[in-house]
């Protein structure tokens, strides 16, 4: 199975900041990499899929990149909605695996 | 927008069978519940996100994890709008909520429900 990292595992950051989170797959995932948002008590929101496509609805603050084994998530200006945990996922193959999350806090 | 809710979780001991299911509205007819691929995915108590199992559309295909292959099965009404998850032989690792989930695309889950918490416990 591919394992996936994220980095870090929790982040304090404050309204306005651009915040970086990483995430490494074990092997080549191309570009099979998807982003989501979850809060807590409800299901996880995707974000992004296919590394950097914005899914309907989601704001532009939010941007995906990379490609292999090392993606990255940004958000370009903290909004008080954004602080939640983010979860990458792979669909390169089965299974798909997902990280163990980014808690992003306020500072 | 899709609308999802789970339920049929509750407190069972290792060895016992639970049936969840999930219940889908808010769909276009432009992309009816039969267009959708189909999945659940649980989470453990503080834990990670895990896939457990696929139906595509048309049942072209269904998958499962390594985990449960032997003892759940994943199944669909079209005509009901609802996904289904038979849950057998259940170990307390299965402890988890679980969620349903779309994919309108492969390999993303693109909208998903809340989830129905299922214990394992003897």
């Known amino acids: 199975d591919i394992q996936m990292t994220q980095s870090p595992s929790s982040l304090s950051a404050s309204v306005g900041d651009r915040v970086t989170i990483t995430c490494q797959a074990s092997?080549?995932?191309?570009?099979?990499l998807n982003w989501y948002q979850q809060k807590p008590g409800k299901g996880p929101k995707l974000l992004i899929y296919d590394t950097s496509i914005l899914q309907r609805g989601v704001p532009s603050r939010f941007s995906g990149s990379g490609s292999g084994t090392d993606f990255t998530l940004t958000i370009s200006s903290l909004q008080p909605e954004d602080f939640a945990t983010y979860i990458c996922?792979?669909?390169?193959?089965?299974?798909?695996?997902f990280g163990q999350g980014t808690k992003l806090e306020i500072q | 927008e899709v609308e999802l809710v789970e339920s049929g979780g509750g407190l069972v001991k290792p060895g016992k069978s639970l049936r969840l299911s999930c219940a889908a509205s808010g769909l276009s007819s432009g992309f009816p519940f039969r267009s959708y691929t189909m999945n659940w995915v649980r989470q453990a108590p503080g834990k990670g996100l895990e896939w457990v199992a696929t139906i595509s559309s048309n049942l072209a295909y269904i998958h499962y994890s390594d985990s449960v292959e032997g003892r759940f099965t994943i199944s669909r009404d079209d005509a009901k709008n609802s996904l289904y998850l038979q849950m057998n032989s259940l170990r307390v690792e299965d402890t988890a909520i679980y969620h349903c989930?779309?994919?309108?695309?492969?390999?993303?889950?693109?909208?998903w429900g809340q989830g129905t918490l299922v214990s394992v416990s003897s």
């Open positions: 092997q080549d995932v191309r570009n099979f």
């Open positions: 989930a779309t994919s309108a695309g492969p390999g993303r889950f693109d909208s």
């Open positions: 996922q792979h669909y390169a193959n089965l299974p798909y695996t």
